[in-house]
């Protein structure tokens, strides 16, 4: 049997990102490659890769602070490897690693063109099909949340059928608007095997409300997560711990971005901000960005790759940097003063989110 530094001598990180349909952005250079992936035009992800040329010795960094060698990569990337479905993770990835082992690497030699062609959402472009839970399986199978959790959040969720498409698919939308305003401005798009936000779509300023206090004012409670399915499934591990008529869950969309952050602050003025993501580095840094915000202080954070730190730099106050390994609410704290006024809540144990400790609780008492 192959360990996993059998397959990383074997299996180059490009290899993979080429065949998820990631493109090299020549224009950033060589040394440190640059892969672009796009949806409808759209750039979704960018990756740099670290030691182009030696496979096993092969880093990865993306857009979302998330990085690592290419079991990180795949661990982090195994919704999109649905053909290699396994219940257990380990053996999982083991699939789709062997799948890679055993095809000869050829380089596609396709460059990313970014498009000067500014692209606009039409809402009008997403048909809205009528939904009931049981049109849900993708939630309710594949995501293991419960028709109860889905059935509550039924009317924040719409079917939407893309009439521009080349297929028939219809797909799961999370509408996104601005918060305090009507309009739907973006789609978060969910189904077997897939994910993205619709083309055109505003993901900097808009994000996925599920208010179900009705009244901005009424809510007392607003809980922030990276997706969708994270956030009901928060609530579903949660719910004896949530008044549901004074809250309001949010999705961001995967990264978030401070017009996002200000624009819930502004919407939601007499709620208590709640912080659900991802267990790791990416996660923590986006606590701190909320926390800045509620704080009404700007700051950058800037991965310094090279020196594999985190520059911290808070308006009004002195700069510092943390190690990418010591990276954590404690640390930041320490280091900047800071007291956070969120309420943090993190997945249990070494699980990366809250969808994924929802299903890991579903597979234990199937087998008790």
Known sequence: MMTFDDYKDKVSIIQVLEDLGYQQDISKGRVSPVFVKTQQGKKVDEVIIKNPNSSLNQHYFDRNYKGGDLIAFIKNHISEFPQFYHENQFVHINKILGHYANIPYVPKYQNYKASSQEIHFEANRYKQVPTKVDDLKYLTIERKISPNTVETFLPFIHRIQDTKANNNFINIGFPYTIPGQPNITNYEVRNFGFKGMTE????????????????????????????????????????????????????????????????????FPNANIHTCFDNDLAGTLYNIRVNSAIQNTNIKIIDKRAEDKILFEPEGKKSFTIPKSEVSIERYKKESGDEFKCRIHKPVGNHKDFNEVLQQNKKISIKR
Do not use: P, R
């Open 200 to 267: 055109g779509g505003d993901k900097s300023n808009s994000v996925w409300l599920a208010n179900f206090a009705g009244d901005n004012n009424l809510v007392k409670s607003v809980f922030i997560a990276e997706s969708a399915l994270d956030a009901m499934s928060f609530y579903e591990l949660n719910k004896s711990k949530v008044i549901l008529g004074h809250s309001c869950f949010c999705s961001v969309g995967g990264y978030i971005t401070n017009n996002q952050i200000n624009n819930i602050l502004k919407a």
